[in-house]
Protein backbone atom coordinates (compact mmCIF):
# COMPACT_ATOMS: atom_id res chain seq x y z
CA UNK A 1 0.00 0.00 0.00
CA UNK A 2 1.42 3.17 -1.28
CA UNK A 3 2.54 5.22 1.75
CA UNK A 4 0.38 8.83 1.76
CA UNK A 5 2.49 12.36 2.24
CA UNK A 6 0.94 14.88 4.52
CA UNK A 7 0.39 18.17 2.30
CA UNK A 8 -1.45 20.67 4.27
CA UNK A 9 -1.50 24.81 4.48
CA UNK A 10 -1.24 26.00 8.19
CA UNK A 11 -1.52 30.27 9.14
CA UNK A 12 1.44 31.04 10.51
CA UNK A 13 1.52 34.86 12.26
CA UNK A 14 -1.32 35.96 9.91
CA UNK A 15 0.54 34.34 6.96
CA UNK A 16 -0.24 31.15 4.90
CA UNK A 17 2.59 28.45 5.32
CA UNK A 18 2.40 24.68 3.33
CA UNK A 19 3.92 22.07 5.04
CA UNK A 20 4.93 18.77 3.62
CA UNK A 21 6.60 15.44 5.84
CA UNK A 22 5.90 11.67 5.83
CA UNK A 23 4.96 11.57 9.24
CA UNK A 24 3.06 13.52 12.10
CA UNK A 25 5.72 13.33 14.06
CA UNK A 26 7.41 14.80 11.20
CA UNK A 27 4.87 17.53 10.86
CA UNK A 28 4.13 18.70 14.27
CA UNK A 29 8.35 19.24 14.33
CA UNK A 30 7.98 21.90 11.32
CA UNK A 31 5.45 23.52 12.54
CA UNK A 32 7.15 23.87 16.30
CA UNK A 33 10.57 25.30 14.68
CA UNK A 34 8.57 27.94 12.39
CA UNK A 35 6.24 28.94 15.24
CA UNK A 36 9.84 29.28 17.31
CA UNK A 37 9.19 26.98 19.76
CA UNK A 38 12.10 26.09 22.13
CA UNK A 39 12.16 21.61 22.04
CA UNK A 40 13.25 19.97 24.63
CA UNK A 41 16.74 19.02 23.79
CA UNK A 42 17.14 16.28 27.12
CA UNK A 43 19.89 17.07 29.58
CA UNK A 44 23.45 17.43 28.91
CA UNK A 45 25.65 15.16 31.44
CA UNK A 46 28.39 16.88 32.85
CA UNK A 47 31.33 14.74 31.82
CA UNK A 48 30.56 14.69 28.23
CA UNK A 49 30.17 17.87 27.67
CA UNK A 50 33.18 19.03 29.34
CA UNK A 51 35.00 16.91 27.36
CA UNK A 52 33.19 17.98 24.12
CA UNK A 53 34.42 21.51 24.90
CA UNK A 54 37.80 20.41 25.46
CA UNK A 55 38.19 18.87 22.64
CA UNK A 56 36.22 20.74 20.16
CA UNK A 57 37.19 24.47 21.34
CA UNK A 58 40.34 24.14 23.92
CA UNK A 59 42.83 21.79 22.85
CA UNK A 60 42.54 22.29 18.62
CA UNK A 61 43.13 26.27 20.18
CA UNK A 62 45.65 26.80 23.06
CA UNK A 63 49.53 25.67 23.45
CA UNK A 64 49.98 22.16 24.64
CA UNK A 65 51.24 23.01 27.93
CA UNK A 66 47.78 25.06 28.01
CA UNK A 67 45.58 21.88 26.99
CA UNK A 68 47.33 19.46 29.32
CA UNK A 69 46.60 21.71 32.41
CA UNK A 70 42.90 22.33 31.13
CA UNK A 71 42.67 18.22 30.71
CA UNK A 72 44.20 18.18 34.20
CA UNK A 73 41.51 20.32 35.96
CA UNK A 74 38.79 18.47 34.16
CA UNK A 75 39.89 14.91 35.00
CA UNK A 76 41.53 15.37 38.78
CA UNK A 77 38.53 17.42 40.18
CA UNK A 78 35.83 18.44 37.70
CA UNK A 79 34.49 15.48 36.64
CA UNK A 80 35.22 13.84 39.90
CA UNK A 81 32.82 16.97 41.80
CA UNK A 82 30.17 17.03 39.82
CA UNK A 83 29.63 13.12 38.86
CA UNK A 84 26.07 11.71 37.66
CA UNK A 85 25.16 15.86 37.20
CA UNK A 86 23.96 17.08 33.96
CA UNK A 87 25.22 20.92 33.07
CA UNK A 88 21.79 21.84 33.75
CA UNK A 89 21.94 20.64 37.47
CA UNK A 90 24.69 22.13 38.46
CA UNK A 91 24.18 24.74 41.35
CA UNK A 92 26.22 26.96 43.35
CA UNK A 93 26.34 25.16 46.17
CA UNK A 94 27.51 22.04 43.88
CA UNK A 95 30.35 24.56 42.88
CA UNK A 96 31.05 25.85 46.24
CA UNK A 97 31.73 22.17 47.59
CA UNK A 98 34.34 21.71 44.85
CA UNK A 99 36.27 23.98 46.39
CA UNK A 100 35.55 23.39 49.93
CA UNK A 101 37.14 19.80 48.97
CA UNK A 102 39.91 20.85 47.42
CA UNK A 103 43.52 21.40 48.93
CA UNK A 104 46.84 23.00 48.38
CA UNK A 105 47.55 26.61 47.19
CA UNK A 106 44.94 29.10 46.05
CA UNK A 107 46.71 29.18 42.75
CA UNK A 108 45.28 25.45 42.21
CA UNK A 109 41.78 26.32 42.51
CA UNK A 110 42.08 29.30 40.40
CA UNK A 111 43.28 26.42 37.33
CA UNK A 112 39.94 24.52 37.95
CA UNK A 113 38.02 27.67 38.27
CA UNK A 114 38.88 28.79 34.67
CA UNK A 115 38.78 26.23 33.08
CA UNK A 116 35.13 25.47 35.18
CA UNK A 117 34.11 28.77 33.89
CA UNK A 118 34.84 28.71 30.40
CA UNK A 119 32.57 25.74 30.16
CA UNK A 120 29.93 26.70 32.04
CA UNK A 121 30.07 30.12 30.44
CA UNK A 122 29.73 27.94 27.20
CA UNK A 123 26.63 26.19 28.50
CA UNK A 124 24.71 29.34 29.10
CA UNK A 125 25.66 30.29 25.44
CA UNK A 126 23.81 27.48 24.28
CA UNK A 127 21.44 28.38 26.56
CA UNK A 128 21.25 25.20 28.60
CA UNK A 129 21.72 27.36 31.72
CA UNK A 130 20.05 30.44 31.96
CA UNK A 131 23.44 31.85 34.24
CA UNK A 132 26.75 30.35 35.41
CA UNK A 133 26.84 29.35 38.87
CA UNK A 134 30.29 30.57 39.08
CA UNK A 135 29.63 33.90 39.03
CA UNK A 136 27.41 34.08 42.05
CA UNK A 137 28.43 36.49 44.87
CA UNK A 138 28.12 33.67 47.47
CA UNK A 139 30.70 31.70 45.80
CA UNK A 140 34.16 32.04 48.06
CA UNK A 141 37.01 30.29 47.04
CA UNK A 142 40.07 30.49 49.37
CA UNK A 143 43.19 29.14 50.03
CA UNK A 144 46.62 29.19 51.44
CA UNK A 145 49.14 31.66 49.06
CA UNK A 146 51.83 29.47 46.62
CA UNK A 147 55.12 29.25 48.43
CA UNK A 148 57.20 32.20 46.74
CA UNK A 149 60.78 30.74 45.11
CA UNK A 150 63.27 31.81 47.07
CA UNK A 151 66.87 33.26 45.68
CA UNK A 152 69.67 31.64 46.62
CA UNK A 153 72.19 34.11 48.97
CA UNK A 154 74.94 36.38 47.84
CA UNK A 155 77.17 33.90 49.39
CA UNK A 156 75.90 30.50 47.65
CA UNK A 157 75.97 32.38 44.33
CA UNK A 158 79.98 33.14 44.88
CA UNK A 159 80.43 29.88 46.11
CA UNK A 160 79.07 28.51 42.95
CA UNK A 161 80.86 30.82 40.61
CA UNK A 162 84.29 29.88 42.25
CA UNK A 163 83.58 26.37 42.05
CA UNK A 164 81.98 26.31 38.02
CA UNK A 165 86.15 25.11 37.55
CA UNK A 166 84.88 22.07 39.78
CA UNK A 167 82.18 20.63 37.72
CA UNK A 168 83.32 17.56 35.33
CA UNK A 169 81.39 17.53 31.91
CA UNK A 170 82.08 20.55 30.14
CA UNK A 171 78.20 20.70 29.14
CA UNK A 172 77.54 20.78 32.61
CA UNK A 173 79.77 23.43 33.18
CA UNK A 174 78.56 25.70 30.07
CA UNK A 175 74.74 24.99 31.56
CA UNK A 176 75.62 26.65 35.20
CA UNK A 177 77.18 29.63 33.64
CA UNK A 178 74.42 30.44 31.25
CA UNK A 179 71.88 29.28 33.86
CA UNK A 180 73.37 30.45 37.04
CA UNK A 181 74.39 34.22 35.89
CA UNK A 182 71.89 35.57 33.10
CA UNK A 183 67.71 35.99 33.97
CA UNK A 184 66.71 33.67 31.93
CA UNK A 185 63.79 30.75 32.07
CA UNK A 186 64.92 27.03 31.88
CA UNK A 187 62.93 26.65 28.67
CA UNK A 188 64.70 30.15 27.34
CA UNK A 189 68.09 28.37 28.54
CA UNK A 190 66.82 24.69 26.57
CA UNK A 191 66.32 26.62 23.17
CA UNK A 192 69.78 28.37 22.51
CA UNK A 193 71.28 27.98 19.55
CA UNK A 194 74.73 27.99 18.86
CA UNK A 195 74.44 31.11 16.65
CA UNK A 196 72.45 32.72 19.92
CA UNK A 197 75.76 33.10 22.06
CA UNK A 198 78.04 35.88 20.65
CA UNK A 199 80.91 36.06 21.96
CA UNK A 200 81.97 38.79 20.23
CA UNK A 201 79.66 41.25 21.20
CA UNK A 202 78.93 39.92 24.51
CA UNK A 203 75.64 39.30 24.23
CA UNK A 204 72.77 36.20 24.28
CA UNK A 205 69.79 36.23 21.74
CA UNK A 206 66.69 34.42 22.95
CA UNK A 207 64.46 33.57 20.43
CA UNK A 208 62.62 30.61 20.91
CA UNK A 209 61.80 28.48 23.75
CA UNK A 210 61.26 24.47 24.58
CA UNK A 211 58.79 23.32 26.68
CA UNK A 212 57.99 20.25 27.84
CA UNK A 213 53.97 19.87 27.83
CA UNK A 214 54.40 15.73 28.80
CA UNK A 215 56.87 16.23 30.74
CA UNK A 216 59.21 14.38 28.72
CA UNK A 217 58.05 15.08 25.50
CA UNK A 218 60.26 18.33 24.59
CA UNK A 219 57.88 21.33 22.22
CA UNK A 220 59.99 24.13 20.48
CA UNK A 221 57.84 27.26 20.29
CA UNK A 222 58.07 30.63 19.97
CA UNK A 223 59.29 32.50 23.71
CA UNK A 224 56.58 33.22 26.24
CA UNK A 225 55.64 36.54 24.98
CA UNK A 226 56.84 38.99 22.51
CA UNK A 227 58.71 40.90 25.53
CA UNK A 228 60.15 37.40 25.75
CA UNK A 229 61.99 37.84 22.95
CA UNK A 230 64.98 39.91 23.48
CA UNK A 231 68.69 40.35 23.82
CA UNK A 232 70.85 40.29 26.98
CA UNK A 233 74.25 41.05 28.08
CA UNK A 234 76.44 37.79 27.96
CA UNK A 235 78.33 37.55 31.90
CA UNK A 236 81.59 37.75 31.70
CA UNK A 237 82.38 35.23 34.06
CA UNK A 238 80.42 32.74 32.40
CA UNK A 239 82.74 33.60 28.93
CA UNK A 240 85.20 30.77 30.17
CA UNK A 241 83.58 28.10 30.69
CA UNK A 242 81.43 28.29 27.23
CA UNK A 243 82.04 25.68 25.46
CA UNK A 244 80.17 26.61 21.71
CA UNK A 245 79.68 23.44 19.58
CA UNK A 246 79.89 24.14 15.61
CA UNK A 247 77.12 21.70 14.89
CA UNK A 248 73.53 20.96 16.08
CA UNK A 249 70.46 22.78 16.79
CA UNK A 250 70.66 22.87 20.26
CA UNK A 251 73.51 24.56 22.22
CA UNK A 252 72.48 21.88 25.02
CA UNK A 253 71.33 18.33 23.44
CA UNK A 254 72.27 18.98 20.10
CA UNK A 255 70.22 17.91 17.72
CA UNK A 256 67.37 17.56 20.11
CA UNK A 257 66.98 19.82 23.25
CA UNK A 258 67.52 18.09 26.66
CA UNK A 259 64.33 16.77 28.27
CA UNK A 260 63.38 17.66 32.07
CA UNK A 261 65.07 14.18 33.43
CA UNK A 262 68.20 14.76 31.53
CA UNK A 263 67.90 18.30 32.86
CA UNK A 264 67.47 17.38 36.86
CA UNK A 265 70.11 14.30 36.30
CA UNK A 266 72.51 17.24 34.85
CA UNK A 267 71.87 19.67 38.46
CA UNK A 268 72.19 16.38 40.28
CA UNK A 269 75.80 16.69 38.88
CA UNK A 270 76.45 19.83 39.17
CA UNK A 271 75.22 19.69 42.97
CA UNK A 272 77.68 16.51 44.07
CA UNK A 273 80.89 17.95 41.85
CA UNK A 274 80.61 21.14 43.29
CA UNK A 275 79.87 20.33 46.85
CA UNK A 276 77.01 22.96 46.62
CA UNK A 277 74.69 21.91 50.25
CA UNK A 278 71.49 22.81 48.27
CA UNK A 279 69.40 21.68 45.11
CA UNK A 280 70.30 23.33 42.36
CA UNK A 281 66.68 24.41 41.02
CA UNK A 282 67.08 26.50 37.92
CA UNK A 283 63.98 28.65 38.86
CA UNK A 284 65.71 29.62 41.82
CA UNK A 285 68.57 31.34 39.42
CA UNK A 286 66.28 33.72 37.69
CA UNK A 287 64.61 35.06 40.66
CA UNK A 288 68.33 35.63 42.31
CA UNK A 289 69.52 37.20 39.17
CA UNK A 290 66.87 39.54 38.81
CA UNK A 291 66.96 40.46 42.62
CA UNK A 292 70.16 40.99 42.55
CA UNK A 293 70.42 43.25 39.53
CA UNK A 294 67.08 45.33 41.05
CA UNK A 295 69.18 45.49 44.36
CA UNK A 296 72.03 46.87 43.08
CA UNK A 297 70.97 49.09 40.20
CA UNK A 298 67.49 49.94 41.87
CA UNK A 299 66.42 50.24 37.79
CA UNK A 300 62.98 48.32 37.63
CA UNK A 301 62.67 49.17 33.82
CA UNK A 302 66.49 47.55 33.57
CA UNK A 303 65.31 44.16 35.35
CA UNK A 304 62.12 44.04 33.42
CA UNK A 305 63.75 44.02 30.23
CA UNK A 306 66.52 41.77 31.42
CA UNK A 307 63.40 39.37 32.70
CA UNK A 308 61.33 39.39 29.41
CA UNK A 309 58.58 40.79 31.01
CA UNK A 310 55.42 42.87 29.34
CA UNK A 311 55.26 44.77 32.74
CA UNK A 312 57.26 46.01 35.52
CA UNK A 313 54.70 44.97 38.46
CA UNK A 314 55.34 41.40 37.21
CA UNK A 315 59.27 41.77 37.92
CA UNK A 316 58.58 43.28 41.41
CA UNK A 317 55.90 41.50 41.99
CA UNK A 318 57.45 37.58 41.22
CA UNK A 319 61.14 37.79 40.80
CA UNK A 320 62.82 41.01 42.54
CA UNK A 321 62.78 39.89 46.65
CA UNK A 322 64.99 42.38 48.14
CA UNK A 323 67.85 41.95 49.52
CA UNK A 324 68.11 44.64 52.39
CA UNK A 325 67.26 43.65 56.41
CA UNK A 326 65.47 45.03 58.74
CA UNK A 327 68.46 47.25 60.06
CA UNK A 328 69.34 48.36 56.60
CA UNK A 329 65.91 49.89 56.17
CA UNK A 330 65.83 51.40 58.97
CA UNK A 331 69.67 52.59 59.09
CA UNK A 332 68.36 54.45 55.68
CA UNK A 333 65.66 56.13 57.10
CA UNK A 334 67.85 57.45 59.88
CA UNK A 335 70.49 58.78 57.40
CA UNK A 336 67.85 60.56 55.66
CA UNK A 337 66.21 62.35 58.85
CA UNK A 338 69.54 62.84 60.79
CA UNK A 339 69.95 65.43 57.86
Known sequence: MAKHKINQPIIIKGERRWITADTMQEFTNKVIQLLGVPQDRGKHPFDKYAWNWY????????????????????????????????????????????????????????????????ILDAAVEEKLIPTNPLKSRRLKITGKASKATP???????????????????????AYLALQALH??????VLGLAPE???????????????????????????????????????????????QIPVKGTFLFGGDKPLSYTQVRRMCGRIQKDTGFSETIAP?????????????????????????????????????????????????????????
Open 55 to 118: NTYSAPNVETATATTYKRQIRRYLIPAFDGLAVEDITVDDVQRLFNGMTGAKTTKDKARMVLNQ
Open 196 to 242: DIDTGNMTIHIRRAVTHPTRNQPEVKDTKTESSHRTIGLSSLALPFL
Open 283 to 339: IRFRTTVLTDLYDQTKDIKLAQAAAGHTTSAMTLKYYVKGRETSSEAVAAVDKLYAG
Open 183 to 188: PLRLEE
Open 151 to 173: PYTVEQMRYLVQHIGDIQNPVDR
